[in-house]
């Protein structure tokens, strides 16, 4: 039905109900003009008259009132759904659909989707890690987390943090094959690959080199399509792995890794949150979103500074001349 039919009934039976067009014409947000020619159309469209008006009062025909009688359950039920919707949109409960990148993402939503869950115990969220980029409106996404600045038509992209690529290794393998005094030496290391789960191609290291961040072909000793999997290669200290801040700051820090050839860490890239119009938002999803941006924006959990790099890999190198 086009929306000026289902106003003009909506008008038509306001009317009955104040006993005034013009009151009707106040309760629907219009003026007293509208309100009438409304009314006048839906007649000329039925066929028939359904008020008798005049200057002080209306009053029902024979055909307007069997045609209340049949619209009233009508009018009645689209209000009641109406309610619904505007009820959900500030209820806490329900289901949040949250997709992010299957690489290296793990450690970062599991914490965020547990605290949240611990809070919002009504709430059921639904996590899709995928590095493809999907169609948001068709896959019902309610908040997404990207790599970079990819957001379409209507939805909202906000930076998180940036991206770091750190060439690393565990004091174990750094003991048994030494450290790489410069990117020209990684040859002569056990490196790893990673192979993209998608297009099956094995991506260059990142690396940084006075200023401008460059593509770095390695020889791979080991390539995976599993983020997980390669961090796990690194930690059993049988490789060296470009691996992103947020996998490994927390073993940089508590020494299980440590980082190589720091001054050529890549951070040009960054994590993006994504999300529709946040009055078009239920109370769960705008709870979810706010959670993520205190947490992670421009956090220090998935990103080391340059201090921190430098400090760590200089120290080991002290400990590696000590020893000789």
């Given at each position: ?142 908040v997404g987390f990207r790599i ?101 700051a927390r073993h940089i820090r ?71």
């Amino acid at each position: 039905m086009p929306i000026n039919e289902l106003r003009s009934i909506a008008t038509f039976a306001k009317a009955v109900e104040t006993g005034s067009l013009r009151k009707a014409a106040a309760a629907q947000g219009m003026s007293p003009q509208a309100a009438s020619q409304a009314l006048a159309q839906l007649e000329q469209h039925l066929g028939v008259r359904l008020l008798h008006r005049t200057t002080r009062n209306i009053s029902l025909t024979d055909e307007g009132q069997q045609f209340l009688e049949a619209a009233q359950p009508a009018l009645a039920a689209l209000d009641r759904a109406l309610q619904r919707v505007r009820s959900a949109k500030d209820e806490s409960a329900g289901p949040l659909r949250i997709v992010g990148p299957r690489s290296t993402f793990v450690p970062v939503i599991a914490p965020l989707v547990d605290e949240f869950s611990g809070v919002y115990p009504e709430v059921q969220p639904d996590v899709q890690l995928d590095d493809r980029i999907g169609n948001w409106v068709e896959d019902r996404v309610d908040v997404g987390f990207r790599i970079g600045a990819q957001a379409k038509e209507g939805v909202i992209a906000r930076r998180l943090y940036a991206l770091q690529l750190i060439i690393c290794a565990t004091p174990e393998y750094i003991d048994r094959y030494g450290m790489p005094a410069s990117l020209s030496e990684l040859p002569l290391h056990r490196c790893t690959v990673f192979r993209h789960p998608n297009s099956g191609r094995l991506l260059p290291w990142s690396v940084k080199v006075d200023g401008e961040v460059v593509s770095l072909d390695v020889t791979p000793a080991l390539t995976t399509n599993d983020a997980d999997f390669e961090v796990e290669t690194v930690l059993s200290g049988r490789a060296i792995g470009q691996l992103v801040g947020s996998s490994v700051a927390r073993h940089i820090r508590e020494g299980r890794v440590v980082p190589l050839l720091s001054q050529h860490v890549a951070d040009d890239k960054s994590v993006f949150i994504y999300y529709g119009s946040r009055t078009a938002q239920p109370a769960r999803v705008r709870a979810f979103i706010d959670l993520a941006i205190r947490r992670l924006l421009d956090t220090p959990d998935y990103v080391l500074s340059q201090k921190e790099l430098g400090e760590a890999e200089l120290a080991h190198r002290a400990r590696l001349v000590g020893r000789s």
